[in-house]
Every structure is written in structure tokens, then in C-alpha cells.
């Protein structure tokens, strides 16, 4: 079994080399001899996402065993598509994702790797809201990556603890199956919506991570932007994941309350016999009963597009499996 350690970089040159080192000795775990025998090769990948600095040159003074690289800077999910299609080219049977800068524990990778080897899950995500909490982590994006969760949680009927967190673990099969529709922003959220929506089994494992007072933000500068392009890829999402829940929820909700509206116009209409004092009620009912019938059409015209992309990414999914036969 072979595992690769992908590091997605963008002008890390003061870090990329102490990153490296770090995983390195990770490797020297009691883990590897024990639980994760079975790992016989393991290699560590850095993807420079167009870095303007030295970082691909002192990745290499590491000795990073695979390196890819492109110009100009294409964002963090155009990275991860590039680090997935390289781990597959390469032979990988997992690709754990940790973040250049320094910030998570590599120590930590054992905890991702064994719910995977022990065939239990196929995707480990770190989880900075749990046991262990993430230290100087801003508690704005704090607050919204926890509620952005539950929010997700509840569409996709699947508790989720942490959408955003970079530090992560993919067996083969999910490596394969994933699809990112975004590229330019970054993968974090779609990849897990992606995940659960093709049944594939996820857990959350709590992971040490300490935020630098001095880190420069390497996504966005602003955290509302941030935020705006966070919620417009969940919303997409969840959108093609669960369309008839996406759609069908409020068309259902509105035409309740129309069927609502109609009994009260009824109520007082028996009472007076009167209908034009109480006809904004009609209105009203009319206007929420049609609208909620158009949220109902397009739930199933979604749902029939939903099946439509999933006999595509079926075939992408055996081109995959041949192209990267190994």
C-alpha cells in the first residue's frame, strides 16, 4: 500500500522546507510498524500553485519526492484536482492533505490513515471543533464554519463536524469518485457534500492545529468574502446533491401555509358570507400555492438532471479506473 502526503502551496518558502522535514519524521511512528504495516511506501507531494517565491526550489532542497507545478496562481481547488490527478497517476492507494504552512500536527496522520486501512471509511476529515480546539483560531470563522455545518448536516441528513478544515485523508476509491464542479476558490466544502452525496462513508477525526498571529491569509484577504464565496459553493452543492429536498422543502412549506391561508379566508367567510372584505386572503393563498407548485417542478426536473450527472461521473469514474490502472 502506498500512501502520498500532498502539501497545496502558494509562496510557503519560509515553511515548505520545516513542513516537509516534520512529515518526514512522522513516518518514523510506532503506527507504521503496527496498525499501519500494511503502508509500505510513503511519499510526500507538494503541489506549488503558482508561487512567486522559492518555495517549489526549497521543496526540492528537501527532498520532496513528487513535485507539481504550474503558473499563474489557479486557487486552492484547481490545486487539489492537480494533487488527486498526480496521486492517482503516482500509484496512491491514500492521499492525506495537510496544509504547507505548518499549522496542523503531521503526528496526526496516523489518527486519519487507521479508520481507512481498518476499511471502516473512506474519507477522514480533521475536526478543530472537537476534543482538541483549534488555537488562535478567529472565532468569526469559528462561529460560521459550525453553523455552516449544521446547515449542510441537516440537507444531506449526515452530521458534519468541520466543512472547512484542509487536514484530510482519501482511500483510492475516493480519490476516483470525487468531482469539483469549482475551481477557483477552494475544495473544502464541496468535496464533503460531493462525498456523502455518493454514499461514500466519512468521519471526523479531532486533530491539533494552531493558527499563526501572523499568518497571512492565502484564500482571501477579507473573511465576509470568504464567507460570500464559502456559502455560494455550499448552496451549489447542496443544490445538486439533494435537489428535491433543495426545491421540494420550500415548495412544500409554501403551499402549507397556502392550504393555511385558505382555511382562515373560509373561516371567515362562513361567519359573514362575504368575500370581498377577506380576498386579499385568496390572494394570498393563490400566490403561495402556485409558486410553491413551480419550487415542486423544478425539484423534479433537478432530481432528473441529478440522474443524468451521475451516469456522467459513472463513466468518469471508469475512465478514471482505467487511465490510472495500476
Keep these: ?191 464533503i457534500i460531493d462525498a456523502i452525496g455518493k454514499g461514500l462513508k466519512l468521519k471526523w477525526i479531532p486533530v491539533e492545529v494552531t493558527y499563526y498571529a501572523d499568518r497571512e491569509p492565502r484564500i482571501t484577504k477579507s473573511i465576509w468574502k470568504f464567507v460570500g464565496n464559502g456559502f455560494k459553493i455550499i448552496l451549489k452543492a447542496v443544490r445538486d446533491v439533494r435537489p428535491l429536498k433543495f426545491f421540494g422543502s420550500p415548495g412544500i412549506l409554501m403551499m402549507i401555509v397556502s392550504a393555511v391561508v385558505f382555511l382562515v379566508f373560509l373561516f371567515h367567510y362562513f361567519q359573514t358570507f362575504q368575500i370581498t372584505p377577506y380576498r386579499n386572503y385568496i390572494f394570498l393563498a393563490f400566490f403561495l400555492f402556485v409558486v410553491g407548485l413551480q419550487f415542486l417542478v423544478l425539484a423534479l426536473i433537478a432530481d432528473m438532471i441529478k440522474s443524468n450527472r451521475k451516469l456522467t461521473e459513472d463513466q468518469m469514474y471508469l475512465i478514471k479506473k482505467e487511465k490510472y490502472k495500476c
Design 1 to 191: 500500500m502506498k500512501l502520498i502526503v500532498n502539501l497545496p502551496a502558494y509562496n510557503e518558502e519560509k515553511k515548505i522546507g520545516e513542513t516537509i522535514r516534520r512529515i518526514r519524521n512522522s513516518f518514523k511512528a510506532e503506527f507504521y510498524s503496527q496498525e499501519g504495516s500494511v503502508i509500505k511506501e510513503k511519499l510526500v507531494q507538494i503541489v506549488d500553485d503558482g508561487s512567486t517565491d522559492r518555495t517549489l526550489e526549497y521543496a526540492k532542497k528537501a527532498e520532496v519526492d513528487i513535485a507539481v507545478s504550474y503558473k499563474p496562481n489557479r486557487r486552492l481547488a484547481y490545486a487539489f484536482k492537480q494533487a488527486v490527478e498526480s496521486a492517482l497517476k503516482n500509484g496512491a492507494d491514500i492521499m492525506v492533505n495537510i496544509d504547507a504552512d505548518g499549522q496542523f500536527d503531521p503526528n496526526d496522520i496516523p489518527k486519519l490513515l487507521k479508520p481507512i486501512i481498518e476499511g471502516n471509511y473512506d474519507m477522514v476529515i480533521g475536526n478543530r471543533f472537537g476534543k482538541i480546539r483549534a488555537k488562535n483560531i478567529p472565532w468569526i470563522r469559528k462561529f460560521l464554519n459550525r453553523f455552516a455545518a449544521s446547515v449542510v448536516g441537516f440537507f444531506l441528513n449526515y452530521k458534519t463536524d468541520d466543512l472547512t478544515c484542509g487536514f484530510r485523508a482519501h482511500n483510492r476509491e475516493t480519490l476516483f469518485r470525487l468531482n469539483l464542479t469549482n475551481e477557483t476558490f477552494t475544495y473544502t466544502q464541496e468535496t
